[in-house]
């Protein structure tokens, strides 16, 4: 009995369970090791005669499973992409277990594309991997983060094909590689094997040009010597190895084999491949297998099966296989169910210790872990859940390699409202969490697995250019879900707080809706025959124009009284249900239209109510009453006391800002400067969104004698110092700027805590700020006064000549006249001939027009008019340069008559802040200003900017910008150039070349003649001037100039010479990196020059060479010198001289030989 239990222990090398006692030494010959490359041998121990061996019918113990303790670093797994990041790639892996590869463990290729300075060489993991693709890789490393296993793999050729061998390459061997490079006829292929210098891929054999670092998967077709020619990999028709193989490196995941079942177990099968190699197969990598009887009765003994290699312990020699149909043929894993689905009567068709296995009844099979069966741990699992019994589960996920699906069975999984796509409902409101901020909107997640657009145009009420500044990764907003798309996997959100807390943007369905049911929804588009307005749940409506005004009103006007994305309460007049359409009219009340109060940083429409001195009483279309200031009418203040004498009840101004609200007090802006930024970039609600040197426009809010306090466009308040606010000295603050003056600001520091910060109106700090210079400052002007140069055009234009004017009425500057009966004109005593009379009849060519008076200012001259009228003028392109002369100076701008008698405006100011003028104050009528044309368009005034000349200090600055144009790419080896000696050291002169090149010339470079006892950098001294010629580079290696943590930085220092028959020398010889010194032979004899003694070291000059003398300590005495074998830098030698040598013997500079041994 004793030997036949040892004779079937030694069929079953697998057997733990060992009888006490050594066994007989008979029984030794029957339990043979295998043979060194090959893990399983199929040969039949032999028994004693007379005896047979009891045929175990019965099934084996279990086979072992892959566990992330299996997973040894140097195993090599097949995987399949699960998802694809920005900077690594998870993959799934046999039974269960995840891996992920970092970017940088893809290949040494794609390094090598990830280090040029052009980032678009390198394609992105999304361009290289892609959902459902087949990969093997070897495991790095399997640590553990947060209690849970992390395995970190990587896909290198010369990781993965480690163990693979010349001589074990054979035809249709099934490999995985990288394209290295392109050739004329094909791609060199990197598979990383010890010996093989290339693996050429014809171009012919591939569909689709390959890319640098692509991963594919070859077939060896060839084997010439340490060269291969292999084909692209295709789906194998049979298996491509079917030989004996002598060699277990042959063995790789993915490759497709024969197998023969030697062994059945409760849990999976052991086959034999490839001549004895030993494969173990699980059994949810068998087809439709789930029970220990289906093993038996599919698989019996001896049955030939194909299989595909997908893991492989080349040190242990353990491998696993699949048989799944789906893995034979490496198509894409696919499934009946999505992430988050409910699943009911889910039937369980085995129960095992990790979990059970359900069948879905979709064709699909899942695994339910242990954890996941209920919300708390259960010791027995077969009680509860039984072989046939039914269940709901909901999917939690995917196991790609084994085909299989995660389900949960826990009540709160169950519960919980989000999982999948299907069960989000349209009209819910949810807290979500930013995810990523992009150019059309922003991305949320609204659960692990779920995530959301929100629009450009549902960011807020008012639309955001910039969504990036007022939102912030991980930030948690609310939003109502607008429509959702289970199949395309697309949730649609708004964040519009009109439609986010109003209850009647609550459109479910079409058929709820019924006619006069007020409902709220936004602009989609806006078209000649009305605006077609959205709902919730994809239904559409439309407003016909008609239904908007009784006048005709045309699309233009719409797009004034409209803008896509507002929001709208309509009324419904007509219900389509089979188009899911609606005709709506607009609500005809106004108090109906409104969508809740107004608020701080918000954008609206206003009509004036009523005028008073200080400013406007303007009604909002909240129907809310907010006062407009008069300094907040425009940006000019100059013009603000015009623009309040023309607003009259009734108007309507179409965009006003809401600075400030306290209790029922409303207060208003105007400003170009506040609204464009608000619309363009949003409210800074916080000083942590403001960065220092961050430019913000803003106003004086109030002004102190320490300084003025400024509030930007967001509402934020901010203190610009005194000495901050002018570049000249400022006495007094009210000498710079006056409440509600509109400024920008430029952040110099911020107190993220108190929540206040200081900036700076100098126009020092304003050099790179445009937005608000003088070109745009004018044409902000000029907007000012479009609102009412609609209403009374000009007839004429700037630069035409009006033949008849009649004096109206006399007076020492000017004069008035009348065009027509409703237009005048002004004419400057210094633009007439002659004083004129009342009734005189006149000419005059039109220098500016005022639309807030109806009036043109002429000049009557009758020089300058005949010049004027028989001039021809040329188009003006923007960007030329032009020389004007000042015809007319106002109190904002100058007119200019350009050389080509063209007529444009130039500000005094050259910036918003530049409220002294101090480059126009003393500009006069008659002066010739340089100009450059900022905008030339056709039916608008001319635009110019003024050319600064260059002030002393921008000279030198332009001179020291040309000294630091040299660089190391501007010079060769072998040119003459002048430096300038910055230090005198012992043994070389530090000197500069500009301003950025650094160098020395060493003691031995600066003359041909040594005298003795003479030092030869005694006669130079700082600031010298040399010419010099250079002769090569040398790299120091500092980290002098950086951070502790940048050790490998490299600094290059040129070296120059000074002596006479270097100068003369038509060509450098420069030596290779490999030669270094290596042109000293041995036992050569050299001439040197002794140069310096440092406490025991000789420092010995030659003109190609330096080397150094080191004492040897107390270990061996030699007599004469002797090579220290080490080297200095690329030119030095250390050399090590005797106790017996004196120092006093040798003078500075005193020449000497050694020599080389």
């Known amino acids: 009995r004793i030997q036949i239990l040892f004779e079937v222990m030694a069929e079953d090398p697998d057997s733990e369970d060992f009888v006490r006692g050594k066994p007989k030494s008979t029984s030794k010959a029957l339990v043979k090791d295998p043979p060194a490359d090959i893990l399983f041998d199929e040969t039949i121990p032999k028994t004693r005669k007379g005896k047979k061996v009891k045929e175990d019918h019965e099934l084996s113990k279990p086979i072992d499973e892959l566990t992330y303790k299996t997973l040894l670093p140097g195993t090599v797994v097949m995987g399949v992409v699960a998802e694809v990041g920005v900077t690594d790639v998870v993959l799934n892996l046999p039974n269960g277990l995840t891996g992920f590869i970092n970017g940088t463990d893809v290949s040494e290729e794609y390094n090598q594309l990830l280090q040029q300075d052009d980032e678009s060489v390198a394609p992105d993991l999304v361009d290289m991997f892609e959902k459902g693709m087949y990969v093997v890789c070897s495991v790095v490393d399997v640590t553990t983060v947060n209690k849970k296993k992390k395995v970190m793999l990587t896909c290198q050729p010369e990781i993965i094909n480690k163990h693979v061998t010349i001589s074990s390459l054979t035809k249709n061997m099934v490999l995985q590689g990288v394209v290295h490079s392109e050739e004329d ?7 990383g094997i010890e010996g093989v210098t290339g693996a050429f891929l014809n171009k012919s054999l591939v569909s689709e040009d390959l890319k640098l670092a692509q991963i594919v998967r070859i077939t060896v077709a060839k084997v010439k010597e340490n060269n291969l020619v292999v084909d692209l990999w295709k789906k194998e028709p049979k298996p491509g190895l079917d030989k004996k193989l002598t060699s277990f490196s042959s063995v790789q995941p993915g490759q497709l084999v024969t197998a023969v079942v030697k062994k059945q177990s409760v849990n999976g099968i052991t086959c034999s491949f490839l001549g004895g190699i030993r494969g173990l197969v699980h059994m949810i990598h068998l087809t439709d297998v789930l029970d220990s009887t289906s093993i038996q009765a599919k698989y019996p003994l001896k049955r030939k099966l194909t299989a595909r290699v997908v893991f492989v312990n080349p040190d242990t ?25 409910k699943l009911e009567s889910v039937t369980v068709k085995k129960v095992t210790r990790k979990g059970v296995f359900v069948d879905l009844k979709n064709g699909d099979y899942g695994f339910v872990h242990v954890t996941k069966l209920q919300d708390k741990v259960q010791d027995k699992i077969g009680a509860n859940y039984k072989t046939g019994t039914s269940h709901t589960c909901r999917v939690m996920g995917f196991r790609l390699l084994d085909n299989m699906v995660q389900v949960s069975l826990r009540a709160s999984d169950l519960q919980k409202p989000f999982l999948g796509y299907s069960d989000i409902r349209p009209c819910e409101n949810i807290l979500v969490t930013v995810v990523s901020i992009h150019d059309f909107g922003v991305i949320v997640k609204i659960s692990d697995n779920i995530r959301g657009i929100v629009g450009i145009n549902h960011l807020a009420d008012v639309r955001i250019k910039n969504p990036s500044l007022k939102f912030k990764p991980n930030q948690k907003v609310k939003a109502k879900v607008l429509s959702v798309d289970s199949k395309k996997r697309k949730v649609y959100l708004t964040l519009k707080k009109s439609i986010v807390q109003n209850s009647s943007a609550n459109v479910l369905s079409i058929e709820e809706l019924k006619i006069n049911q007020k409902i709220t929804g936004w602009v989609a588009a806006i078209k000649d025959y009305g605006i077609i307005m959205n709902f919730t749940n994809n239904i559409k409506g439309l407003i016909h124009k008609s239904d908007i005004s009784r006048d005709p009103i045309n699309l233009k006007e719409l797009n004034d009284l409209y803008k896509v994305g507002q929001v709208l309460t309509c009324k419904i007049a007509d219900v389509n249900e089979t188009e899911l359409k609606l005709s709506i009219n607009l609500l005809s009340d106004t108090s109906e239209q409104n969508n809740g109060w107004c608020r701080k940083g918000n954008v609206y429409l206003c009509t004036v109510k009523s005028s008073t001195p200080k400013g406007l009483t303007v009604t909002m279309e909240t129907t809310e009453e907010a006062f407009l200031p008069v300094g907040h009418l425009s940006d ?39 609204i464009d930024w608000i619309q363009e970039n949003g409210a800074s609600k916080s000083v942590a969104n403001l960065k220092e040197g961050d430019y913000l426009p803003g106003f004086v809010k109030d002004i102190q004698p320490y300084g003025s306090f400024i509030e930007t466009a967001g509402g934020l308040l901010g203190l610009c110092p005194k000495a901050c606010l002018h570049d000249d000295f400022v006495t007094s603050p009210e000498e710079v700027f006056i409440i509600n003056e509109s400024v920008v600001c430029k952040i110099t520091n911020t107190d993220k805590e108190k929540g206040r910060f200081l900036a700076s109106t100098k126009m020092s700090d304003m050099e790179r700020e445009s937005s608000m210079s003088s070109g745009p400052l004018l044409d902000s002007y ?8 609609g209403q009374t055009p000009a007839k004429y234009r700037q630069g035409d000549v009006i033949d008849y004017v009649t004096v109206t009425r006399v007076s020492r500057d000017c004069i008035t006249c009348r065009v027509d009966t409703e237009t005048t004109a002004i004419i400057p005593t210094s633009c007439l001939d002659t004083p004129p009379s009342v009734g005189n009849i006149l000419a005059g060519a039109v220098l500016d027009y005022d639309p807030l008076r109806n009036s043109y200012t002429l000049n009557s001259k009758s020089e300058f008019v005949s010049k004027v009228k028989t001039s021809k003028r040329r188009k003006l392109i923007e960007g030329e340069e032009h020389e004007g002369t000042v015809v007319l100076s106002d109190s904002d701008y100058f007119v200019l008559m350009l050389d080509n008698f063209r007529f444009g405006y130039l500000h005094k100011r050259q910036h918003l802040n530049d409220s002294k003028c101090k480059a126009t104050t003393n500009v006069k009528v008659g002066e010739k200003i340089k100009v450059s044309v900022f905008r030339a368009k056709k039916g608008k005034p001319v635009l110019l900017t003024q050319l600064q000349p260059k002030s002393k200090k921008e000279n030198r600055k332009r001179k020291r910008a040309d000294s630091e144009s040299i660089n190391f790419d501007d010079i060769k080896i072998g040119n003459m150039y002048d430096i300038t000696v910055k230090s005198v050291k012992v043994l070389q002169l530090n000197v500069q070349l500009g301003r950025k090149i650094r160098g020395r010339v060493h003691i031995t470079e600066v003359t041909d003649d040594i005298e003795e006892g003479a030092n030869p950098l005694q006669a130079f001294k700082q600031g010298d001037k040399l010419s010099a010629k250079l002769i090569g580079f040398r ?30 020398r038509s060509e450098i010889r420069t030596y290779a990196e490999d030669e270094k010194v290596g042109h000293v032979l041995r036992k050569q004899h050299l001439i040197g020059g002794l140069c310096h003694v440092i406490e025991r070291w000789l420092l ?9 003398c080191h004492y040897l300590l107390a270990r061996k005495r030699f007599a004469g010198f002797f090579i220290n074998l080490r080297f200095q830098d690329t030119q030095t030698l250390c050399i090590n001289y005797t106790r017996s040598i004196q120092h006093t013997v040798y003078n500075i500079h005193r020449m000497m030989y050694f020599g080389v041994y």
């Open 636 to 674: 000019h203040m100059t013009l603000n006391p015009q623009l309040l004498l023309k607003y009259k009840p009734g108007m309507v101004i179409n965009e006003v800002l809401v600075i400030m609200k306290k209790m029922n007090v409303v207060t208003v802006s105007a400003k170009r400067s506040l």
């Open 782 to 789: 000029f907007s000012s006064l479009s609102a009412f140069s």
């Open 1100 to 1108: 010995i000059g030659h003109w190609w060479f330096t080397l150094f």
């Open 1035 to 1064: 790299h120091s290696k500092t980290f002098r100039y950086l951070p502790i943590t940048r050790t490998d930085f490299i600094m290059s220092v040129a070296e120059f010479s000074l002596r006479s028959s270097v100068i003369s």
């Open 185 to 191: 006829h094909g791609y060199l292929i990197n598979l």
């Open 317 to 341: 020699k353990k491998v696993y296989l699949s048989c799944l149909p789906i893995h034979v043929t490496m198509e894409t894993p696919t499934f009946s169910c999505y992430k988050g689905d």
